[in-house]
């Protein structure tokens, strides 16, 4: 998912006497500490939870959230069947392999932030913040274990936070207002300001805002008790009925003029800036694509540390030595897998599946294999194509296999994307009361995923290394969006370039180049353009252009179709439709939610494995089994259902002056 602004926001330490609140920054909309519930079972070697009998649970999906799910209720003692429409499992977490040194392709999720307390020292591998620094982190270092495996992580080459420089290229070099004589690419030095004062502007409103809103929200946030909740709502009453593009224009306010109510103003940018921010943002590249947007989705994401100190993950610090590394995997009727290979963000994935459970003497893998042991399955290349639900409330699954019988399972947890949920499962037999009511297919077709587009390249050298003036990363105006240059290693001749990475209107413009070829000749010419009007150097003599590029365009997938779950404003319903399925329908209909599609802060992994978390924690409750480790289902909180905004629109232009002027 796009991430911009690298903006470190507030971090403030849960100080009460509730261990199962997390600390700030952590998602608003349920505060728990799902670090402790998994950290607390790798300290006791003993799962969650105990399962109350043989259940039989059907897992839809083998992506971040479907594994996570998948290997928790199998360490639980659930029967789990794990079913993947493709021939591959990582899902959006997709690390394209090629054959060059280490470093690889992020064709889905790339920047992943820790929540973790920078200023006070901690590094991003050190978090307890986060459910993905415990699974990359922590999940493999039980006691015993001779050569710990642990995800290598560096600091992602973000606008303004770059090692190799970010240049900025706009209105065909002239700048912002036509303000230089000839091409020229803006200087963006790492940790300072963009060489602009008019973009300088730009972030300079963007920055109050977010000071602003985390320095009043975040002590609420870490303090036990109902004070959160109800800034919460009033945040949701003044926000939700708000596009992006209306948070852009709203006046701003300052520390003095906020009332108590959860309203912060908005950036108050002009309409001069506006376009600036539209189309190049704060230099971070363009914000366009988000206008139509909720305002909430950039709360959510910004507010709360989605953006914050982002890092890459090159993979596992063990890789050669890690189980069928450089062999073929099979799943459970013989089907060939991918080699696991343990590079970049999807070795989060294959580390769920292929490595030893904590407490546990073997994988997730080697169950689904051992075809004496009925605890766990694995099925690729079978898309689920129906699920009826029976009289005595199991549900058979079925699969778009003749040879293959349904399946009858005693729970289902569905983690494909809500595109393809849509499009492919056909819902029989749940009760549009109790089960699966009118509202939540309504919220699988209303809600958005969002068009994106990516375009890789080798490089011959790390070039920002070898004395080029070109930046590492060049944020344009044109059709290329932005250009990452990356590497995972010290070696000058492992390198790549995200060459061009767009978003919904301009991932739609390139949609029609289908032949990877045409649309890399067309990238690579325009940042040849750019890089020779403005530095007199050209870029090719170190991209490998004698390789075919890798291009993926996530609406051409057809078991994704669509990148990230985004909404728009008034969107807060249909959010909590999904939501909070598991907490208002499991129970009855016995199928759970999982995944980023389901939650609303679309397009990062900590969703998926947070939302994942929460099916395993309702399923075992709903089914009579029995938690571990001290925890109960009473420590788990719940989201208020009842709570809906306000459809009227209070914080307008007119309102917020009498304000301003008290």
Not at 239 to 267: C, H, R
Not at 335 to 349: K, N, W
Request: some cysteine; aromatic content about 14%.
């Amino acid at each position: 998912m796009r991430q911009g602004f690298e903006k470190s926001v507030p971090y403030v330490r849960n100080a009460s006497a509730n261990p199962w609140l997390p600390d700030f920054p952590n998602p608003p909309d349920l505060r728990f500490n799902y670090f402790k519930l998994l950290n607390d079972s790798w300290a006791t070697g003993q799962p969650i939870a105990r399962a109350p009998a043989a259940k039989t649970v059907a897992v839809v999906g083998a992506g971040a959230a479907g594994m996570t799910v998948a290997r928790e209720l199998w360490r639980s003692g659930y029967q789990v069947r794990i079913f993947e429409a493709t021939s591959r499992l990582g899902g959006r977490l997709y690390t394209e392999r090629k054959s060059f040194g280490t470093t690889a392709y992020e064709l889905g999720a790339m920047r992943m932030p820790f929540f973790n307390d920078v200023k006070g020292g901690e590094p991003p591998g050190k978090s307890t913040n986060c459910l993905l620094a415990y699974f990359l982190n922590q999940d493999q270092r039980w006691s015993g274990n001779p050569n710990p495996t642990f995800a290598n992580l560096s600091d992602f080459p973000n606008p303004g936070q770059t090692k190799g420089g970010t240049g900025i290229y706009m209105n065909n070099g002239l700048g912002p207002n036509d303000v230089y004589d000839r091409p020229t690419m803006i200087d963006w030095p790492d940790g300072g300001q963009p060489d602009n004062p008019d973009l300088q502007e730009v972030a300079r409103k963007v920055d109050a805002l977010i000071d602003l809103f985390t320095g009043i929200a975040a002590p609420v946030y870490a303090q036990d008790g109902p004070a959160w909740d109800t800034l919460w709502q009033q945040i949701a009453n003044n926000y939700d009925k708000m596009s992006f593009s209306d948070l852009v224009f709203t006046e701003a306010i300052t520390p003095a003029q906020y009332a108590g109510d959860g309203w912060f103003g908005g950036f108050g940018m002009t309409p001069y800036e506006s376009d600036l921010f539209y189309t190049i943002g704060s230099g971070d590249g363009s914000w366009g694509a988000f206008y139509a947007i909720s305002a909430m989705w950039f709360i959510r994401c910004v507010m709360f540390g989605y953006s914050s100190d982002l890092q890459t993950v090159s993979g596992l610090n063990n890789a050669y030595a890690l189980p069928m590394y450089n062999s073929t995997p099979f799943d459970t009727n013989g089907a060939p897998l991918e080699s696991p290979f343990y590079r970049g963000i999807q070795s989060l994935v294959e580390m769920l599946f292929y490595l030893r459970a904590p407490g546990s003497t073997r994988s997730l893998y080697s169950a689904a294999r051992d075809g004496n042991d009925m605890s766990a399955a694995f099925f690729v290349n079978t898309p689920v194509s129906a699920l009826e639900r029976n009289s005595d409330g199991t549900i058979s699954v079925h699969v778009n296999t003749r040879t293959t019988p349904a399946l009858v399972a005693d729970y289902v947890v569905i983690t494909s994307p809500i595109w393809a949920t849509q499009l492919s499962i056909d819902f029989r037999g749940f009760d549009t009361t109790t089960m699966l009511p009118w509202q939540v297919p309504e919220a699988l077709h209303q809600q958005h995923l969002i068009a994106s587009a990516k375009v890789f390249y080798p490089l011959y050298k790390a070039y920002w290394n070898e004395g080029s003036k070109i930046p590492q990363l060049i944020v344009t105006d044109t059709f290329v969006q932005d250009a990452y240059s990356v590497q995972w290693s010290t070696d000058n001749n492992d390198a790549a370039i995200l060459a061009s990475y767009t978003w919904e209107d301009d991932a739609l413009k390139v949609l029609a180049d289908t032949n990877d070829t045409i649309l890399g000749a067309k990238v690579l010419a325009e940042l040849e353009r750019i890089t020779q009007s403005t530095l007199g150097e050209s870029i090719l003599k170190w991209v490998d252009t004698r390789q075919t590029p890798t291009v993926i365009h996530w609406l051409l997938q057809p078991t994704y179709r669509g990148c990230a779950k985004l909404y728009r404003q008034r969107g807060w319903e249909q959010c909590y439709d999904l939501l909070a399925y598991n907490q208002t329908y499991s129970y009855a209909s016995n199928l759970y939610f999982a995944g980023e599609s389901y939650g609303v802060e679309g397009g990062w992994t900590e969703p998926a494995l947070r939302t994942a978390l929460d099916a395993v924690i309702h399923l075992v409750y709903n089914s009579g089994g029995t938690f571990n480790n001290g925890f109960t289902f009473n420590d788990y909180p719940g989201y208020d259902t009842t709570f809906q905004p306000s459809e009227t629109y209070p914080q307008t232009s007119g309102a917020a002056a009498p304000r301003a002027a008290e």
